[in-house]
Nanobody, 119 residues
Framework: QVQLVESGGGLVQPGGSLRLSCVGS????????MSWVRQAPGKAQERIST????????FYHPSVKGRFTISRDNAKNTLYLQLTSLKSEDTGMYYC????????????WGQGTQVTVSS
């Protein structure tokens, strides 16, 4: 079955950086676009970033554009999200997503990794 396992979250001070990773298994990783979705307390879920299967096309939510970078290593079945210049409003649970037929459809979710930005 499809499995997505995230890692790399933690507590970081404002202005700091983190690198999230997500290892996929149970499906042909390089056949699917992948996304990161953030769920912050009391806020609606946000699709933060998406990368297509060949890594030629990407999407960033306006709130993270210029600060976050999505990438993937298809040989390692791994998706990454580099977070820099972190702000308190970046706090939330970050989920790795296997996209469906469109970038707005979600076929599978990981268990999430918590990012907390606080001094």
């Amino acid at each position: 079955q499809v499995q997505l396992v995230e890692s790399g979250g933690g507590l970081v001070q404002p202005g700091g950086s983190l690198r999230l990773s997500c290892v996929g298994s149970g499906f042909k990783f390089d056949n699917f676009s992948m996304s990161w979705v953030r769920q912050a307390p009391g806020k609606a879920q946000e699709r933060i970033s998406t990368i297509d299967k060949t890594a030629r096309a990407t999407f960033y939510h306006p709130s993270v554009k210029g600060r976050f970078t999505i990438s993937r290593d298809n040989a390692k079945n791994t998706l990454y999200l580099q977070l820099t210049s972190l702000k308190s409003e970046d706090t939330g649970m970050y989920y790795c997503i296997k996209n469906g037929r469109t970038w707005q459809t979600y076929d599978a979710w990981g268990q999430g990794t918590q990012v907390t930005v606080s001094s």
